[in-house]
Nanobody, 126 residues
Framework: QVQLVESGGGLVQAGGSLRLSCAAS????????MAWFRQAPGKEREFVVG???????YYADSVKGRFTMSRDNLKNTVYLQMNSLKPEDTAVYYC????????????????????WGQGTQVTVSS
């Protein structure tokens, strides 16, 4: 029902910035809780940030103060502005959508999300 397509990844130096986009299909985008996850090689997929329909955001401690998530419901798109990037931010970044309303705990669970994008690679060099 919903398709998600990420874009904007690439190679940057430590301290640099990238802006990721996630374009969603469907007519009910505004009703979804959206999130960004990331997965580094050999690591489990981890929660980065989520945003609800009212644009309230919930950040992992590792990115708070550096990353900013936003959503544009008219464009059916969410964004992840990443500043002050560190080598440990290197990962494949995934956009995810959840049809229900998560709690602070469940929004971090991969299994709670109904739709996933294909991922976009972010590489931060030192």
């Amino acid at each position: 029902q919903v398709q998600l397509v990420e874009s904007g990844g690439g190679l940057v130096q430590a301290g640099g910035s990238l802006r990721l986009s996630c374009a969603a299909s469907g007519r009910t985008f505004s009703n979804f809780f959206m999130a960004w996850f990331r997965q580094a090689p050999g690591k489990e997929r981890e929660f980065v940030v989520g945003i609800n329909r009212y644009k309230n955001t919930y950040y992992a401690d590792s990115v708070k103060g550096r990353f900013t998530m936003s959503r544009d419901n008219l464009k059916n798109t969410v964004y992840l502005q990443m500043n002050s990037l560190k080598p440990e931010d290197t990962a494949v970044y995934y956009c995810a959508a959840k049809s229900g309303i998560p709690t602070l705990a469940t929004m971090k669970m991969v299994s709670e999300y109904d739709y996933w994008g294909q991922g976009t690679q972010v590489t931060v060099s030192s």
